[in-house]
T-cell receptor, first 110, second 113 residues
Framework: DQQVKQNSPSLSVQEGRISILNCDYT??????FLWYKKYPAEGPTFLIS?????DKNEDGRFTVFLNKSAKHLSLHIVPSQPGDSAVYFC?????????FGKGTRLSVIA | KAGVTQTPRYLIKTRGQQVTLSCSPI?????VSWYQQTPGQGLQFLFE???????NKGNFPGRFSGRQFSNSRSEMNVSTLELGDSALYLC????????????FGPGTRLTVT
């Protein structure tokens, strides 16, 4: 049973537009959520996180929104740049080892 | 500060063999976690070591084992390899156990034939 789901395996966005990556979770005990970015032949790198006591966290071009009632979070990238092309993983924790989604491949087209 | 290093980067083994992968964490980091990434799957947690003790273990068979040395370097071992063990094995280090901020190495790509 997958506790963290990223239902879109891939997403294509034009450079300069907004990229929205979605993540759903089933475990209501999760209280911390993270996004990681992964380029080919490299390990994932931490991007941004959010605690369950917040509903929004911003860091430059990246914003994560959390909707606890819907058990849904999203990552917004504005504006999208070609260098953002990568696989993005959503992860969650309930003071436990991180549980990852399967990832969404974002392609930003120039 | 040097990042997390993993050796070897690529490995080809035959079914039934065993393999040992190595991970050197960021200097000063005492927690090392291992993950398996297979095509179409997310990262699946294998185990975490902190101060040479296994702190958490994922849902993997006993063929998967690990250890951590006093210098925080860690190894994972897979015995009696199966075709389904072909994956990217990622190591992540963090300052302390339970830290959400994990720094990943580039991974070891294991192919079992």
């Amino acid at each position: 049973d997958q506790q963290v789901k990223q239902n879109s395996p891939s997403l294509s966005v034009q450079e300069g537009r907004i990229s929205i990556l979605n993540c759903d979770y089933t475990n209501s005990m999760f209280d911390y959520f993270l996004w990681y970015k992964k380029y080919p032949a490299e390990g994932p790198t931490f991007l941004i996180s959010i605690s369950s006591i917040k509903d929004k966290n911003e860091d430059g071009r990246f914003t994560v929104f959390l909707n606890k009632s819907a058990k849904h979070l999203s990552l917004h990238i504005v504006p999208s740049q070609p260098g953002d092309s990568a696989v993005y993983f959503c992860a969650a924790s309930a003071n436990t080892p991180l549980v990852f989604g399967k990832g969404t491949r974002l392609s930003v087209i120039a | 500060k040097a990042g997390v290093t993993q050796t070897p980067r690529y490995l080809i083994k035959t079914r039934g063999q065993q393999v040992t992968l190595s991970c050197s964490p960021i200097s000063g980091h005492r927690s090392v976690s291992w993950y398996q990434q297979t095509p179409g799957q997310g990262l699946q947690f294998l185990f975490e070591y902190f101060s040479e003790t296994q702190r958490n273990k994922g849902n993997f068979p006993g063929r998967f084992s690990g250890r951590q040395f006093s210098n925080s370097r860690s190894e994972m071992n897979v015995s009696t390899l199966e075709l389904g063990d072909s994956a990217l094995y990622l190591c992540a280090s963090s300052s302390w156990t339970g830290s959400y901020e994990q720094y990943f190495g580039p991974g070891t790509r294991l192919t079992v034939t």
